[in-house]
């Protein structure tokens, strides 16, 4: 999927891996569905319950997602129902969804305000994600530059 590029789709802006990022979510139902599907959610009941979403919008959110590639239909362990599961594309979201975490964390709560908290398989909090160069030492949007694409011809 990662170079299945839909020749139909309009993008934003063509040459920037943010603004197709941001085209194919879309809004904050898409990064709330895929968030709920990687903490269990695969029924679109589970979906529903979990967002508070519209039927409607969910409906058209899991259709966009799906024929993006982030999730798949797959037939219930039962055999009685489809439910639906992150393809590679969206487990591939997982750390932009704890870098969006760890931001809100830090930003958009107060101090002492109770919150939920990502631990890992020890129940140990999960370290802040920090983007690093390829000598190890951590980035910053200060410390790196956009290389722009050249022209063709």
């Known amino acids: 999927m990662a170079n299945d590029v839909r020749p139909s789709l309009a993008w934003t802006d063509p040459d920037c891996p943010v603004a197709r990022a941001v ?9 709330l569905i895929v968030r709920d599907a990687m903490d269990g959610a695969r ?10 979403i519209a039927r409607n919008i ?8 799906a024929a993006h590639g982030l999730i798949a239909q797959v037939e219930a362990p039962s055999g ?3 439910v639906y599961a992150l393809t590679a594309a969206g487990k591939d979201v997982f750390p932009v969804i704890v870098t969006l975490r760890q931001w809100g ?3 958009a709560f107060e101090p002492d305000e109770p919150h939920s ?9 999960v370290p802040r994600v920090v983007p690093v160069a390829a000598d190890g030492l951590p980035v910053t949007s200060d410390t790196t530059s956009v290389r722009k694409r050249e022209p063709l011809g």
């Open 117 to 125: 908290v990502l631990v890992d398989e020890h129940g140990e909090v």
């Open 58 to 65: 969910l409906a058209d959110r899991l259709r966009k997602l």
């Open 23 to 31: 085209d194919v979510f879309g809004d904050r139902w898409s990064l």
């Open 80 to 82: 009685k129902r489809r």
């Open 105 to 107: 964390e830090s930003h």
């Open 43 to 52: 029924s679109f009941t589970d979906f529903q319950q979990r967002t508070g």
